[in-house]
């Protein structure tokens, strides 16, 4: 083809990509489809859902459909000026948007990804951090520092600011009812900015609303509680941020004309959006004096009619995760009825000068899910009063984010996993790959690409930290950087054992390294060299984490030393979706050490599974149902039945020797199984059968097709078929009967 006529194709195309409306222009999908989705979304009857999160993660730089689709077509720039400034910035713009601090966000984004895939009508809401979360460095002797600077949603690819309808000067603004310090009424403003999640095909997208409260015209302590996800620097800053989220629903909605009937809640965050729903319905029937008009039993009823729109998910058996505030607290932030609502519907049943929004969340819903079967029973346990509905829906992860380009391209090559990226339930159709020689091969190949790719990132990496020494006071986190020629410190091909997700004292990230002599064994008898590549960002208040970067960092003098080098120990910092998909698919095997059962679920191993990466891992959350009796991984630690003693998080509950021990005696077959040939096909055979027994299962797509049941939307019979299909090889909950 002729330049030219090529150029104006390819316009042809772009101009395809470009959408409007009252509010904004986008790219990436075309008119029709933002004008369907839309009238979907507003549609009277209702029939889609807001999915209501705290944090939604997802990085460009794992999945980027857009700039996939222009780098297909070999489209890099325009003649088009406002069509140039688009793709520019799709194909450069900044990748990460750091508004997540681990596996919650992730969840959240993987399951609007699958939404988007599956064509589940959706809207999703979280806030938008001006910082973000932090950024980790970390220093040899002093562990873990955190730094915050402001990210620019504004430059940031599938990121546009609303403005007002036909307005494109003005933003668009939400006004949510918040309380002053002296108890009066006053107000906080959020500019809403529009995320699309959009699929591969970019044939549906789900809206995903991020509310902005550190716009001019918001309160001062607002704006400042609008900068870091999970500020916990005080409890009122937690508090006003859990009711940015919760109150700022309905007025957002409301702004862009949004009818949803279900509300999805991904963990108790913004369960104040129940407040407000309950006293909607009560000013609807008593008018504007319903505060004194309402009786006990009227709010109880009204909230009755509210859970009728209410899924709840819960997602940690784990203290800190469950959202208790002083009475006194929540005055400042609540109006006087919220705290009527709250007496009602919120008490702690250890503290009574507590609100605990973990129990009002669990009242008023029409269905509670749990994250995995074990879970289940730990929630029954934990909320007795409410075992009958709690139900479980295990967690999975988005396949097309997480399996790596070389895995893919193995997939690909083979027709028993023919359409796998549309339907992961196609993987189980790969019981026989083990026994196919030529799949083994193209396998083991990709296997090795993939660990190539980690190790000269980690080698890279000690040796910027090297540089960076003498540029900064930042002691490099690594010994290997102190190496006459770092660039080589790590070898492909070393069994290379993985771990990596926040530092949370539950999740023993030092759990191996109790006994270092011990795990050095097996290692020393054979001269077996291994890499143990760690990551994990602790919160920044969190004392005890953050301790455990410094013990885990700490180890591995005396690894190197006792194993004469063959043990070597790295850690990368800033842990972040793009090093956890090169660490997922080129370690050997991934590493899962929590104190059972306080790991709900888990979702990094499903990321491992999905690349064929063995676990080994303890038998809790996923892994109690990914296991399979070891043809997919090893598994160690204690597995008693679950008690209230089994909840215990202080350090003698936490079981270190007894799970230690446990891992030093599976350590030497695990390593014998890599490297003696003979034994290698075991080896193998485990990757492998990760296809049909853990991809099938443990993937976005049958868990969103089982929430779609959980919301009760009207869908079309194709759309029926096709998420039963998704999720006829499963029943994450046995009992339920939807
Ligand atoms: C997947 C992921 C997590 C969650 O890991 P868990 O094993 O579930 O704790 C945390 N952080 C990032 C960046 C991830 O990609």
Redesign the pocket.
Known sequence: MPKQAALVDKDKSLREMLSTNQWGTYFGISQKLLEQTWSKLTAPDGNSVVYISMEI?ADRDVYHPIRDRLQRLNITGSTDPRLDGFVKKFLLGPEKIPN?G??LG?LAGDTLKSMADCKIPAVAISLLYRKGYFTQMVDSKIGQISWSGNWEPGNTPSIYLLHQPGNPDLPLEIEVPFCDMENRESYAYARVWLKMEVNSRLDSFVPHLLLDYSCPSSPEAIRLAAQNLYDSSSEMVKITQRRMLGAGVLPALRALGITSHTMHLNEQHGVAVLLTQIADRLEEKFGPDYGTRASDPDILAAAAEVADRIVYTIHTPVKAGHDRFAKELHRMVGHAFCQRILHLLAQDSDNHADFNFTSLAMRVNRATNSVSRLHKEVTQQQFPQFADKITAITNG?HHLTWISPAKAEAYDSFKELHNWREDPSVFKNGLGLKDNNRFCAFFEKAWQQDNHILIDYVNRMLVKHRNQMHETWIDPPNLLSHLSEPGSALKPGVFTIGF???FSTY?RADLIFEDIDELLRPILAHDWPVNFIFA?KAHPQDEPGKALIKMVIDCQGELLEKSRGLAKLVFIPN???A???IMVAGVHAWL?SPKRPL?A?????M?AAMNGVPNISIMDGWWAEGYHNGATGWKFGHEEIIDSQALQEDREGLLYKEDSTSFYKIFPEILEAFYVPEKHPDFLERAIMNLPLNCTIFNTHRMVAEYAQRYQLQLSTAQVNRLEKLRENYRSDPDYRG
């Open positions: 993660a997540y681990g596996g992730v992860v990596a997700r926040r999740k994990g842990y972040d979706m090093i956890a998909k899962n790991e679920s888990g979702t990094s191993g990321k």
